[in-house]
């Protein structure tokens, strides 16, 4: 996972301490068969909590196994 909330400075739900803007790339067995829209889902509801905690963006590439 990468923190790019530098690169979101004066957009929306930037914080001056960072860690609201993210870019992660995940490979996965879960994702086979499964459309990219879900793929996202699921990895925006594993990450819940963090979206909860203040996470205010998160660009996801999946690839499957």
């Given at each position: ?42 990895v ?7 979206f ?14």
């Open positions: 996972m990468v923190d790019e909330s530098h690169l979101h400075k004066g957009h929306a739900g930037h914080r001056p301490e960072g860690e609201t803007h993210f870019r992660v790339k995940i490979t996965s067995e879960a994702f086979s068969g499964k459309s990219r829209v879900d793929a996202h889902r699921m925006n509801a594993a990450l819940a909590d963090e909860a905690r203040g996470m205010h963006a998160l660009a996801i590439e999946v690839e499957r196994t």
